[in-house]
């Protein structure tokens, strides 16, 4: 048991805390108005046209899900998107699907963008492969999902993104310098994380100085971080008991489902075996039962994530992302249709799935 639970402690325990870390940091950032002045800052050098503004809105999107992670564009930048296109009196559906596929779809680039991600460094690490070579390997693909998804977001709201709008939406008023040291702190840790600083590390140190720097400025809003103890725990928890099932040899039976080879049309079937897993289970148990099956290549890995990561777009459940996004575009007042926003994220995860896989070298 203790040769089993090993792995849980190297692999899992580290992400855990780097969940903790990075949600006080962008949680802060958010309170201190990071993400509101920056998307009024772009609804104003947009040259009020609805498109230009959709584009700078999802170029936000994609920075903040590289360097903050999934789960910060899916709770912070839709309540931001959907506040914009209310106060410019434009059609919110384009803002509040590119935050959610951009959300999956873009989590691919670095270890940080994606839990997932996280948990796959270990192997890499395993095949003698560095950070920069995780990088290296996952940027084709990772642009290539961002290219596919703003495509098809493009297609179908095509209509809302017409016309221009009159409004200039101002940012609420912030305490200058908690912004300021928010702002410098967000801008600092994505070059650390991309140069392939410890990602625990870097996030712990800036949710250290943002906590006491709001301890400093605004010392009543400190009651409204909230790290997710209860996700990191049950993480925690549902990876050790895979882990275990792993050593048993009770999950030897999904190697055939996933394949093996590195061919075009072999990484095709591991990733999308992959988006199907995430979807029925959810994207983290699904990347650890697969990760056994794919751990023998850095190629395999890649569209693993691949698949877990951008293939998780069809049920509520197939990421945590998702389920948070729902719950903000309801206290928004903005009605998803279910069945529709299944259907629409078939094609994207179909679209996306394939496009990153086919560009895996």
Known sequence: MPEVLHPVVVQVVPVAVFLLAITVT?????????????????????????????LTFAALAVVSTIVLSLDTTAVLLTSVGLAIARQTG????????????????????????????????HRFEDLGASH????????????????????????????????TYAVDPPADPHDRVLLVVAGLVCLAIGPMFAVGWEPAVVAVGSAVVLLA????????????VRPP???????????????????????????????????ALDLLHLSGASAVAANLVNNLPAYLVVEPSA????????????????????????SLATLLWLQRCRSAGLRVPLLRLAAWGALCATLCVTTATLAIR
């Open 229 to 263: 103890w209860l996700m990191a725990g049950a993480f925690v928890l549902v990876a050790g008991l895979l882990r275990i099932a792993q050593g048993e040899g009770l999950l030897d039976w999904l190697a055939p489902a996933v394949g093996s080879g590195t061919r």
């Open 132 to 163: 920069a070579d995780y990088v290296r390997t996952a940027a084709l693909p990772a642009l290539s999902a961002v290219v596919a998804t703003l495509v098809l977001i493009a297609v179908l709201q095509r209509r809302a993104l017409r016309g």
């Open 295 to 318: 751990a023998d290549d850095v190629r395999r890995l890649v569209a693993t994530l691949v698949g877990v990561n951008a293939g998780a777009l069809v049920t509520p459940w197939a």
């Open 213 to 224: 720097a709001l301890v400093w400025r605004a010392p009543s809003l400190l009651r409204e």
């Open 90 to 121: 434009i059609a919110p559906m384009p803002f509040a699907l590119t935050t959610l596929w951009i959300a999956n779809t873009g989590s691919l680039l670095l270890p940080v963008s994606n839990l997932t991600n996280l948990l796959a460094v």
């Open 26 to 54: 962008a949680e802060v950032a958010q309170l201190a108005g990071v993400f509101d002045v920056a998307a009024h800052a772009l609804a104003r050098r947009s040259h009020h046209r609805v498109v230009l503004l959709w």
